[in-house]
């Protein structure tokens, strides 16, 4: 959570109370990372009830494989005590389906983020685009993730990439990775271990399929759009929820 933008966190935090968590093996939160989409979204839901809540409506906003675990946080919550009220799925996709096709630079993505060093140049690779406005918007999260420190995080270590340095043997990147690679494949995905049969289709046809969805497409950026137009998504991302 570390690397999520706090220009957007804080932009959504002024209007609404925000909840941004680590899984197990990931940042600083302990234990075995998941192995399926399922297993995260079940840990998302043992966490939100662990908060002791009553029975109550959320928001969930989940980007890239956190997109594919909100999914599911929405399906598989139990209803009579968590109700997903409203969707943001940012920079992701349903579970294998007709018509669903894998990245083509999938290879390269997994080959970049499974680093053993994860720096800025990683990160232009994997969420923005080749260009000189691309870099400049890298370089100007990039700078704003560092604002974080052990003197403003109240003594608390900043959040480290899943296992940079390998120092976990690389164990989170591995679960990880078994996640998206179980996602695209509908044998793993039946039940409520997927989502394309019960939530759509990929892209304009998921937005097609679901009841009042919207679609927004941001111009001249690259998978991490939300830190490119930071500003810009979070008054979307408000407006949806408050309509």
Do not use: C
């Amino acid at each position: 959570m570390d690397k999520l933008d706090p220009l957007l966190v804080n932009l959504l935090a002024a209007h609404r109370p925000v909840l941004t968590l680590d899984l197990p093996g990931v940042g600083l939160s302990t234990g075995p990372a998941a192995t399926t989409v399922a297993q995260a979204a079940d840990q998302v839901l043992a966490f939100l009830a662990a908060l002791g809540l009553p029975s109550v409506d959320i928001d969930v906003l989940g980007f890239s494989l956190g997109g594919m675990v909100a999914q599911l946080v929405a399906l598989n919550a139990d209803p009579t005590s968590l109700r997903v009220r409203r969707l943001i799925l940012a920079g992701t996709a349903p579970s294998a389906g007709e018509g669903v096709i894998a990245a083509p630079e999938a290879a390269r993505v997994a080959e970049v983020g499974a680093t053993r060093d994860v720096g800025l140049e990683t990160f232009k690779e994997l969420f923005f685009p080749r260009t000189e406005e691309g870099a400049a918007a890298a370089e100007a999260w990039w700078g704003r993730i560092h604002e974080r420190s052990k003197g403003t995080n109240g003594g608390e270590e900043v959040a480290t990439w899943v296992s940079q340095g390998y120092e976990d043997g690389a164990e989170g990147l591995k679960a990880q990775g078994s996640q998206i690679g179980t996602w695209a494949a509908s044998e793993t995905t039946q039940g409520r271990e997927g989502s394309f049969e019960r939530l759509g289709g990929w892209g304009w046809v998921l937005q097609q399929r679901l009841p009042n969805a919207q679609l927004i497409i941001y111009p001249k950026s690259g998978h991490g759009f939300l830190f490119q137009y930071a500003e810009l998504f979070a008054k979307h991302a408000l407006t949806f929820l408050e309509a």
